[in-house]
């Protein structure tokens, strides 16, 4: 596997670079080694063109090479002049001068946009165990599909469920990052690239990922089982956004367990091949446009039990799957970001058997807010008020709600993207990601939902808001 080196790069590509920057540039030396130099840089060129063609040719290295092939095309004419014994063409040097500026330009578009949009590069988990995963489908016989108008059509969800696993061989595979195949993770990204309004090639790095998961791996050789905990993606989001996260938590033994919402998430496959696309969409009309989010809403909250229900009926064996007897739902937490945390909490307030709850940079939607008899846990952006007057208010609201201790943690730097896989391969844009950085974001995310549930599902001991309060301005309710 090819390794990657400056900025991002992989070596072929960093050697294309060079080459191209090569051929840019002979025209400024002087005349015995001019010919040579383009000679050389042209042959670099051309050998890792063909290296990168053969190992995968990314977009970003697309105007490096249109510049390449364009300096060649002047060059060669130029070679086979001298060969002839004609003096070669040349442009005049306030003519050469400024073409040579806005090809050295076009050649920097190439690492520039590398390390903007890079192939993320997932962190290897901290915890003792291996990590494993594998992706189920499941069909609630007693819901039917409310966005479909078939009458027999029910509920169906994909889960992928991130575990404890035994250590994989040396150089095993390791899963893709969003979906089974390759094909699978090009549709999911194009679909995400679609809803967010944006060409789909952007994307083609991150769906060409691979995770720090092994696909199917038998589960940990140890004792006793492993909390679950359930996590829902943001609006038009996908189980998968969150796997770094999802890995962490494996990694120091929990199960995580990322479910995909059909109609909701921008793409969901399912088994048979099947695409399932988003119908969320605004109308334009605020009083419609909240209806609907409190329903889509309500349809997660009744996907987060179901998955519940699901996970007790694997463990007991009724289903078939890796983690028989090795699962304890009755210490589940349901998390959730944006959407998803609005979800995640009103699963909690109407399903009692999960024992904590997150709520990520989710906004309530409970249109009937009462009484939690569970520890809540909200991770927040800075929000202004003059912006979002309504936000901390609910989410306060929702806190003082609960007969358990809640904690609202503002975390200054963060953007409402930054608690996701987003900073790992989006520019690292303010208003994207946050200013916390591609790897400091990742760490805040881990070490206060991990503290969080270690207190309130394995009842480690120690100062919750004294952790909470290292990372923003933290609140107890």
């Given at each position: 596997?090819?390794?990657?080196?400056?900025?991002?790069?992989?070596?072929?590509?960093?050697?294309?670079?060079?080459?191209?920057?090569?051929?840019?540039?002979?025209?400024?030396?002087?005349?015995?080694?001019?010919?040579?130099?383009?000679?050389?840089?042209?042959?670099?060129?051309?050998?890792?063109?063909?290296?990168?063609?053969?190992?995968?040719?990314?977009?970003?290295?697309?105007?490096?090479?249109?510049?390449?092939?364009?300096?060649?095309?002047?060059?060669?004419p130029a070679l086979v002049r001298r060969r002839d014994g004609r003096p070669a063409w040349r442009a005049r040097w306030?003519?050469?001068?400024?073409?040579?500026?806005?090809?050295?330009?076009?050649?920097?578009?190439?690492?520039?946009?590398?390390?903007?949009?890079?192939?993320?590069?997932?962190?290897?988990?901290?915890?003792?165990?291996?990590?494993?995963?594998?992706?189920?489908?499941?069909?609630?016989?007693?819901?039917?599909?409310?966005?479909?108008?078939?009458?027999?059509?029910?509920?169906?969800?994909?889960?992928?469920?991130?575990?404890?696993?035994?250590?994989?061989?040396?150089?095993?595979?390791?899963?893709?990052?969003?979906?089974?195949?390759?094909?699978?993770?090009?549709?999911?990204?194009?679909?995400?690239?679609?809803?967010?309004?944006?060409?789909?090639?952007?994307?083609?790095?991150?769906?060409?990922?691979?995770?720090?998961?092994?696909?199917?791996?038998?589960?940990?050789?140890?004792?006793?089982?492993?909390?679950?905990?359930?996590?829902?993606?943001?609006?038009?989001?996908?189980?998968?956004?969150?796997?770094?996260?999802?890995?962490?938590?494996?990694?120091?033994?929990?199960?995580?367990?990322?479910?995909?919402?059909?109609?909701?998430?921008?793409?969901?496959?399912?088994?048979?091949?099947?695409?399932?696309?988003?119908?969320?969409?605004?109308?334009?009309?605020?009083?419609?446009?909240?209806?609907?989010?409190?329903?889509?809403?309500?349809?997660?909250?009744?996907?987060?039990?179901?998955?519940?229900?699901?996970?007790?009926?694997?463990?007991?064996?009724?289903?078939?799957?890796?983690?028989?007897?090795?699962?304890?739902?009755?210490?589940?937490?349901?998390?959730?970001?944006?959407?998803?945390?609005?979800?995640?909490?009103?699963?909690?307030?109407?399903?009692?058997?999960?024992?904590?709850?997150?709520?990520?940079?989710g906004a309530p939607r409970d249109p009937d807010p009462g009484p939690f008899h569970q520890p809540v846990l909200a991770?927040?952006?800075?929000?202004?008020?003059?912006?979002?007057?309504?936000?901390?208010?609910?989410?306060?609201?929702?806190?003082?709600?609960?007969?358990?201790?809640?904690?609202?943690?503002?975390?200054?730097?963060?953007?409402?993207?930054?608690?996701?896989?987003?900073?790992?391969?989006?520019?690292?844009?303010?208003?994207?990601?946050?200013?916390?950085?591609?790897?400091?974001?990742?760490?805040?995310?881990?070490?206060?939902?991990?503290?969080?549930?270690?207190?309130?599902?394995?009842?480690?001991?120690?100062?919750?808001?004294?952790?909470?309060?290292?990372?923003?301005?933290?609140?107890?309710?």
């Amino acid at each position: 596997m090819i390794q990657f080196f400056w900025g991002g790069m992989s070596l072929p590509e960093n050697v294309a670079v060079l080459g191209a920057v090569g051929l840019v540039l002979a025209r400024w030396l002087p005349p015995g080694v001019r010919r040579p130099t383009t000679v050389a840089a042209g042959a670099v060129v051309a050998a890792s063109t063909v290296v990168l063609v053969v190992v995968g040719l990314r977009w970003q290295l697309v105007p490096v090479l249109v510049v390449a092939a364009v300096m060649l095309s002047l060059a060669v004419p130029a070679l086979v002049r001298r060969r002839d014994g004609r003096p070669a063409w040349r442009a005049r040097w306030w003519l050469a001068l400024p073409g040579t500026v806005v090809c050295l330009g076009l050649i920097a578009t190439g690492p520039a946009a590398v390390w903007a949009l890079p192939v993320p590069v997932f962190p290897r988990p901290s915890g003792q165990f291996a990590v494993g995963t594998s992706v189920l489908q499941w069909t609630d016989p007693d819901r039917p599909e409310t966005a479909t108008p078939a009458p027999d059509d029910r509920r169906t969800v994909v889960v992928q469920l991130w575990y404890p696993a035994r250590p994989s061989a040396a150089g095993a595979e390791r899963a893709r990052y969003a979906g089974r195949t390759a094909h699978e993770a090009h549709v999911v990204f194009g679909a995400l690239a679609d809803y967010l309004g944006v060409p789909g090639f952007l994307f083609d790095g991150a769906a060409d990922a691979r995770t720090r998961s092994a696909p199917d791996a038998a589960v940990a050789d140890t004792d006793g089982s492993f909390p679950v905990v359930l996590f829902s993606p943001g609006l038009g989001g996908v189980r998968t956004q969150n796997t770094a996260w999802a890995e962490e938590l494996a990694s120091r033994g929990y199960v995580v367990v990322g479910v995909d919402h059909p109609y909701d998430s921008a793409a969901v496959v399912l088994t048979d091949g099947t695409i399932v696309r988003t119908l969320v969409a605004a109308t334009g009309d605020d009083a419609e446009d909240e209806r609907r989010a409190n329903g889509w809403t309500a349809v997660r909250a009744a996907d987060l039990s179901f998955v519940l229900t699901q996970m007790g009926r694997l463990d007991r064996g009724e289903i078939r799957g890796p983690l028989t007897g090795r699962l304890d739902t009755d210490r589940a937490a349901v998390t959730g970001h944006s959407a998803g945390g609005a979800a995640a909490l009103l699963a909690a307030r109407q399903d009692a058997r999960f024992a904590a709850v997150i709520d990520i940079d989710g906004a309530p939607r409970d249109p009937d807010p009462g009484p939690f008899h569970q520890p809540v846990l909200a991770l927040s952006q800075p929000v202004d008020p003059a912006v979002n007057p309504t936000y901390l208010p609910a989410l306060t609201h929702v806190l003082n709600l609960s007969t358990e201790t809640g904690y609202l943690l503002v975390v200054p730097g963060s953007a409402h993207a930054t608690f996701t896989d987003a900073p790992l391969f989006l520019p690292p844009v303010p208003s994207l990601v946050g200013t916390l950085g591609r790897t400091d974001a990742l760490r805040m995310t881990i070490a206060t939902t991990v503290a969080f549930l270690d207190a309130t599902l394995r009842n480690a001991p120690g100062d919750l808001a004294a952790l909470l309060t290292a990372y923003g301005e933290a609140t107890v309710y």
